[in-house]
């Protein structure tokens, strides 16, 4: 499986605003790579995972076999998003 490729940027900013009013929950957080947007760190596989959420109606489950973190990042990337390596 991949990434649904209707999920947008205006839906990342979803993802980021729930990301800040709820933190970022257990295991979930960011490893080696991560969004920088405005001065705040975003895990790149929550950001698409919620990101689905406001797309789809629905949480894409972050099974590696669903989804690996470099596809999350190319897709960011794809949408203008600074990825970086922490």
């Not at 839906?11 to 257990?26: D, N, R, S, V, W």
């Not at 590696?64 to 203008?80: G, N, R, W």
């Amino acid at each position: 499986m991949s990434i649904p490729n209707n999920i947008k940027r205006e839906h990342i900013f979803q993802a980021m605003l729930k990301i800040m009013k709820e933190g970022t929950p257990l295991k979930r957080g960011p490893r080696n790579w991560a969004v920088e947007y405005e001065g705040s760190i975003y895990p790149c596989k929550l950001l698409i995972s919620w990101g689905n959420f406001y797309a789809n109606g629905e949480e894409l489950d972050p099974n590696p076999s669903i989804f690996q973190t470099y596809m999350a990042q190319d897709y960011l990337t794809e949408l203008k998003f600074n990825v970086i390596q922490l």
